[in-house]
């Protein structure tokens, strides 16, 4: 698929990988709805883009928020045909530490957004794809969610979020293989240590060491090489149901 051609719609949008995202698509041309929850950099970023660009306020776990969005977009521009899950949260909690056993209810949340929110974009978006026309290549869309290096490494006090990111890689396959014959890709990116929001408050000299924990580039990912990623994806026709790695060959340690 082009750039170009693109009418995507970006979870998690407004900020870090989901904004370098945004950005991408809009400077190749195409279109890119923002679906998130933060409302004041979901417009500001739309107010800079322009007409290309479009924010929709929006909880990913909620069916029915979801369902009337996507609606909005498909009476807007008639199509989806691109999906990047950026959406995520994380936190850091031992399953046992000296205050006791990690609380459920955390652990659940962490779940319910980063993977039950990025299959309940995934089936409610194939769906609308199912209309399109294909193209040149037989495709009627492209699903990209976002994974984490957490998936294969998680570190001390990361059970929930490596659980919920290990669910994203899980699914990967089987949901590839289920949307094949309507003509429906579905990768995962799984990216190491990138300059995203999670470290925006780090002094300088921190995110310099955790940058020099990878080992070549010795620094911390740029959002626009995750977003680069982004575009080879939907570009290649051949990348398919597979999670690939952007980490600058880093393997995480247990703390």
Partial sequence: MKMKECVAIVTGGASGLGEATVRNIVAQAGKAVIF??????????????????????????????VQAALEEVMNSYGKINTLINCAGIGIARRTLSKKGAHDLESFTKVIQVNLIGTFNMIRL????????????????????????VAAFEGQIGQVAYSASKGGVVGMTL????????????????APGLFETPLFGQLPEQAKEALG???????????????????????????LNGETIRIDGAIRMQPK
């Fill in 212 to 238: 020099e924990m990878t080992p070549f580039p010795s620094r911390l990912g740029h959002p626009s090489e995750y977003a680069q990623l982004v575009q080879s994806v939907i570009e290649n026709p051949m």
């Fill in 174 to 189: 089987p949901v590839a293989r289920d949307l094949a014959n309507t003509g429906i890709r579905v990768m995962t990116i």
């Fill in 125 to 148: 978006v194939a769906e609308k794809m199912t209309e399109n026309e294909p193209n040149e290549h037989n495709e009627r869309g492209v699903i990209i969610n976002t994974a984490s």
């Fill in 36 to 65: 998130d929850l933060q409302e004041e950099k979901g417009v500001q970023l739309v107010n800079e883009l322009g007409e290309q660009a479009r924010f929709i306020q929006i909880d990913i776990t909620n069916e029915s928020e």
